[in-house]
């Protein structure tokens, strides 16, 4: 079982629909992104989450810290959302090793149609 | 546009040579992290510097090392190259403190072909 699991892995949507993408992680963390990355490689921040819930424009993301899980909401689906969309965890493990490693899930391929 | 550069932007190397990435962070931006990320896959963490000291590695062995000087530019070398290295290779800069990292700015990736 992979440390941080996105689900669906896939999502097709009509323009204007919500859309949810959820990730569930079985570690300690210190803080949770959400990752944006289009075709051609580029990755964009979305949010950083340590707890509660974060909006800019039409996303939002919010986090439970004791269910070790988040959602990254989008209102409003634009064909221009069309992306992967990555949910990645900060290891909260200070001064190990391991320390600020951020492990990523496998992303949500979202196709929104016009 | 994050601010923040990696070179070269596509390369061609065939195994056993060695390669050197470069990355600029965003000013004023103290921490850099690197990324693998195979073709179809999600990034996997190579390694991470914070003040010139790597604080923090990934399941990458020995011959991925880093550097990070003291404008907070960092470079990526890999020697030895396997089929296995040909990946786009991601770098992300932030404003680190002891103990906590803030949020990520990528750069757009350099992508490594090893034939």
């Known amino acids: 079982k992979n440390e941080v699991e996105q689900s669906p892995q896939n999502l097709t949507a009509q323009e204007g629909e919500f859309i949810t993408i959820n990730c569930s992680y079985s570690?300690?963390?210190?803080?949770l992104h959400w990752l944006q990355q289009h075709p051609g490689g580029g990755i964009v921040s979305l949010f950083m989450?340590?707890?509660g819930k974060k909006k800019h424009g039409r996303l939002i993301a919010t986090i439970n810290i004791q269910e070790k899980h988040s959602s990254l909401h989008i209102t409003a689906s634009h064909p221009r959302d069309s992306a992967v969309y990555i949910c990645a965890v900060r290891s909260g493990e200070a001064g190990g090793t391991s320390y600020g490693k951020l492990t990523f899930g496998q992303g949500t391929i979202l196709t929104v149609h016009p | 546009e994050t601010g923040v550069t990696q070179s070269p932007t596509h390369l061609i190397k065939t195994r056993g040579q060695q390669v050197t990435l470069r990355c600029s962070s965003q000013s004023g931006h103290n921490t850099v992290s690197w990324y693998q990320q195979a073709l179809g896959q999600g990034p996997q963490f190579i390694f991470q510097y914070y003040r010139e000291e790597e604080n923090g590695r990934g399941n990458f062995p020995p011959r991925f090392s880093g550097l990070q000087f003291p404008n907070y530019s960092s470079e990526l070398n890999v020697n030895a190259l396997e089929l296995d290295d040909s990946a786009l290779y991601l770098c992300?800069?932030?404003?680190?403190?002891?103990?906590?990292?803030?949020?990520?700015?990528f750069g757009e990736g350099s992508r490594l072909t090893v034939l």
């Open positions: 992300a800069s932030s404003l680190g403190v002891v103990l906590s990292v803030g949020e990520l700015f």
């Open positions: 989450l340590s707890s």
């Open positions: 570690v300690g963390i210190s803080a």
